[in-house]
């Protein structure tokens, strides 16, 4: 199935740092999402974005939907200890019932 | 809101025989429902989408006689996972959408994980 690319893979950061990550797909997107999802349950959001240059916050987490529909990048700043987990983007239609296409993920772990 | 719950958390079963797996829409009603499948380490994958009141759709590559799908109702989806082998042993998460605040997108079960013996 189809996935889009997201990057680093991988951080391992220490606590009160800020993190970068981002996703780019050969698709446009009309909705871009940021979930984070913890071992063994399901994602949840964290960021919903629905037009194209839209800059969001939430709390620590900002991100931003890119200009050509086919980005967008989420930044943590301050980074705590629960910050640990996985963060995915994805792209999604116009309408909450279309369906996700998911990043491939980055794996965060923060040291104290 | 919005919350969407999973039945069971973890199953164990014989090679061969089927599971079945519910996902509610708790606070809300869905007329559509994803399922999607995630191996370890890796990302979710999108299996089918479930329709209240008609087939589901599947996505290219996922067996429909394999993996039943019934949207019985506006809150209730099932997956059934028929004759069961262990390359089937994997996470199961469902997704509704719903409308919480000002975010107009879809809300995650706990997934279900099912290990095949």
């Known amino acids: 199935g189809q996935q889009l690319n997201q990057s680093p893979q991988s951080m391992f950061i220490q606590e009160g740092e800020d993190v970068s990550m981002n996703c780019t797909s050969s698709?446009?997107?009309?909705?871009w999402l940021w979930y984070k999802q913890d071992p063994g349950e399901g994602p949840v959001l964290l960021i919903a974005?629905?037009?194209?240059?839209e800059l969001t916050s939430n709390g620590r987490l900002t991100a931003q939907f890119g200009i050509t529909r086919k980005d967008s990048f989420l930044n943590i700043s301050a980074s705590i200890p629960s910050d640990v987990g996985i963060y995915f983007c994805a792209g999604q239609g116009s309408y909450n019932t279309d369906k996700l296409i998911f990043g491939t993920g980055t794996r965060l772990q923060v040291f104290p | 809101g919005a919350v969407v719950s999973q039945h069971p958390s973890r199953v164990i079963c014989k090679s061969g025989t089927s599971v079945k797996i519910e996902c509610r829409s708790l606070d809300f009603q869905a007329t559509t429902m994803f399922w999607y499948r995630q191996f370890p380490k890796k990302s979710l994958m999108l299996m089918a989408t479930s329709n209240e009141g008609s087939k589901a759709t599947y996505e290219q590559g996922v067996e429909k006689d394999k993996f039943l799908i019934n949207h019985a109702s506006l809150t209730l989806s099932t997956l059934t996972v028929t004759s069961a082998h262990p390359e089937d042993s994997s996470f199961y998460i469902c997704s509704a959408p719903s409308l919480v605040g000002f975010s107009d997108t879809q809300y995650f079960g706990p997934g279900t994980r099912l290990t095949v013996l």
């Open positions: 974005l629905y037009k194209a240059g």
């Open positions: 698709s446009i997107f009309n909705t």
